[in-house]
């Protein structure tokens, strides 16, 4: 079954496509023909035909593909709303399950987008090193952090799963 997102964005597809076919298949090249015959005065100059259909089908054909952008871009925008209220609501769930420290912790991993240094866990409100120690173990337990050692120093991160939920 096809989602309502997917459903958005396979109308502003055929929408656009849709457009293409009217633009090269109904007014090919905007009314240039290429009419090789001279100008007369009595049947008329078939240039200036083409300029009079210029004239008014351009500003036809501009309103209607500023109609198919405005359109396509409410579709759009609709999925991204959607798509940020569903992280927003992923996030508060998650951090609904963490104690006090863990949700501190957690906090602060999505403020600097996924990735921290070990040593800025102690410097939060109310965080020894032996009470972070704990906490980083607890999420790295949990698979929801892996510690990777730079040095004489570690980089805590989102594992790959909750990155892609989170981030």
Known sequence: MISSNNKNVIIGIVIIVSFLVLAFNIFPFLGLTGHT????LIAGCPHEQELDFLQTALPLM??????????TYYLMAQQVESKEKSLKKNTDVILKLLNSDEKKLVNLLLENKGKILQAEV???PGMTKVK????????IDRGVLEKESVGKTNVLKFTEEIKQGLL
């Open 37 to 40: 015959e001279e100008c007369s």
């Open 62 to 71: 501009l309103s209607f593909a500023l109609l198919i952008g405005a359109g």
């Open 122 to 124: 102690t410097r939060l």
């Open 132 to 139: 972070s120690h704990r906490v980083v173990q607890k999420l």
